[in-house]
């Protein structure tokens, strides 16, 4: 269901509505500390958000990430297609599988209009994880006779969003609820409730494997720890001193004192902005003219909200039923004549501003796609008046020429210089980028050299002799470096360091060896030099 359809308008649960301490499906006791929650599970969700994102023919499927099953349907289970399996074993085990890359974006799109849907039935819902969510019990318990009913109601609705068979824990706090949820499949229907004040007696059985703590559980096992009982029967004082503040937290939720608070969902305010052109405009000017004031009211009522908008999506619909989609990015924040440029560029396919379209534009759909704190993007003490007339003068350029034309230097991650440089469109934020801070085995130490080749230079080293110096596959030089020809350019190296080997993707058929060489000639200057199987080549001057 899409998240903008309208349905009748449902009866709204008080969230706060009051319950008897004796009403027999439960609500607050008096004195209670620990609320009374109800956590709602959609078993399987990135399977059922998968299948609901590209409604594949078989019901045998696995999601794969990293190479390695992350997730698998039922059907897939029952021919022993579990997670953590290889592709291809998995492929050998269940003929009829049908692979799609896991993409947690989904989960969450999917996710969104049931909880929307959710909401309508009653408010306060807060979202632990896509497929997974967690309400306060005291309205809705009243609402529908009792806790359990309650949770029939919810889950019922959320079946019929397309959740599929939701199960239902109601527990003191969220932790005990979801072991509840979690547990609901083994005899106990759909909806599991553990009574108020019994938290610790249904935790105790449970394995201690459920606290999200590896290395934690890894020395609670070797020490004997098995069960959530066992931990909480050690001293809650020699926990804090032994493991510290995680521990202490930990303890206390194996011990039924949920800590985890309930923080209830804000729905986001509707910032979309659709503009209807009757009859259908063929023009890209026309289309710009007819945007720039509903672009102003969307970045207006941004903000009035105090956000900054960084990305937006702009949806083009023509009278031939055609959809053009793209997302677009800003390097600091969306300004009205930004987002018409941006609605003129995907627009223009030929790079003219006046040019005709092959079909009229009968809608054009804004959407913000990422925000910030408006404090976050305020100008300088002095203004930005410079930098307002380059951006201005650049996107002038890229409306005549297109807006690939005017790119700017990116620096990202990568063991060679070359792969560190990256283009990006003026205007749009690096994606993608490899980061600079993971580790690069083999990269350059600092610091690095100043002028980069592009591309390389092609040259020649020569031993004493005025043989070709040459690198074996031990890595022993045929003869130390002696002189550095650069086409009649001649010049003697005084010192040298090396080599390095770089071995990358070995395994795949764009596999590159090559040996690295820092050199410093007679004049002085210092260089990075390369031999692959091409031969010599000067990669970089530090200068």
């Not at 890359?101 to 996710?111: G, K, L, S």
């Not at 306060?136 to 068979?165: H, T």
Request: glycine letters at 12%; one cysteine or more; hydrophobic letters at 45%.
């Amino acid at each position: 269901m899409s998240p903008h359809t309208r349905r009748a308008a449902p009866i709204r649960i008080p969230a706060d509505a009051a319950l008897s301490p004796r009403h027999p499906g439960g609500g607050e006791l008096p004195g209670a500390t620990i609320p009374r929650v109800m956590v709602l599970w959609c078993p399987d969700w990135p399977i059922t958000a998968a299948i609901h994102e590209a409604r594949p023919a078989s019901d045998a499927v696995a999601l794969i990430d990293k190479g390695l099953v992350y997730a698998s349907s039922a059907a897939a289970r029952a021919d022993g297609v579990t997670r953590g399996l290889r592709l291809r074993e998995a492929q050998a085990r269940c003929p009829a599988l049908v692979v799609l890359d896991y993409d947690p974006a989904v989960d969450n799109r999917v996710f969104e209009p049931i909880i929307a849907g959710l909401e309508q039935l009653t408010p306060h819902v807060q979202v632990l994880r896509p497929g997974m969510c967690a309400l306060r019990v005291r309205g809705v318990a009243q609402y529908y006779g009792g806790e359990k009913g309650a949770a029939l109601a919810l889950a019922g609705r959320m079946d019929e969003l397309g959740a599929g068979q939701t199960r239902a824990g109601v527990a003191d706090g969220i932790f005990t609820a979801e072991q509840a949820a979690r547990g609901s499949r083994g005899g106990h229907g759909r909806v599991r409730v553990v009574a108020p004040g019994e938290s610790a007696a249904f935790l105790a059985p449970l394995d201690v494997g459920l606290l999200d703590d590896a290395a934690l559980v890894t020395l609670l096992r070797r020490l004997g720890v098995r069960t959530l009982g066992n931990f909480a029967a050690l001293p809650a004082d020699d926990v804090r001193t032994r493991f510290g503040e995680p521990g202490r937290r930990l303890h206390a939720l194996a011990s039924g004192r949920d800590s985890w608070p309930l923080v209830p969902r804000t729905p986001p305010d509707d910032f979309d902005v659709v503009i209807d052109f009757e009859p259908a405009l063929d023009r890209v000017d026309q289309v710009a003219f007819g945007v720039r004031t509903a672009a102003e009211r969307f970045i207006d009522a941004l903000t009035a909200a105090k956000l900054a908008c960084t990305a937006i999506r702009v949806e083009l619909l023509s009278d031939a039923a055609d959809v053009s989609e793209r997302v677009w990015l800003h390097p600091r924040s969306f300004t009205p004549a930004d987002v018409v440029d941006r609605v003129r560029w995907q627009l223009q396919g030929s790079g003219v501003i006046d040019a005709g379209l092959s079909a009229g534009i009968i809608r054009v759909n804004i959407t913000p796609e990422a925000v910030d704190a408006i404090g976050n993007h305020e100008s300088g003490l002095w203004g930005t008046g410079p930098d307002e007339r380059i951006h201005h003068g650049l996107s002038r350029v890229q409306s005549m020429l297109g807006h690939g034309a005017v790119l700017m230097p990116s620096i990202g991650g990568g063991r060679t210089l070359g792969d560190r440089q990256q283009l990006v469109a003026w205007g749009d934020r690096p994606v993608g980028v490899r980061q600079v801070a993971q580790p690069w085995p083999g990269r350059l130490p600092v610091p690095l050299p100043g002028t980069v080749f592009e591309p390389r230079h092609p040259v020649h080293v020569f031993g004493a002799g005025g043989v070709a110096v040459v690198v074996d596959e031990r890595g022993a030089l045929s003869a130390a470096p002696a002189e550095l020809s650069a086409g009649a350019t001649v010049l003697g190296i005084g010192s040298w360091a090396g080599p390095w080997p770089v071995d990358e993707r070995w395994w795949s058929q764009d596999a590159r060896r090559c040996w690295r060489f820092q050199a410093v000639d007679s004049t002085g200057c210092a260089w990075l030099l390369v031999l692959d199987e091409g031969g010599w080549w000067a990669e970089a001057r530090y200068d």
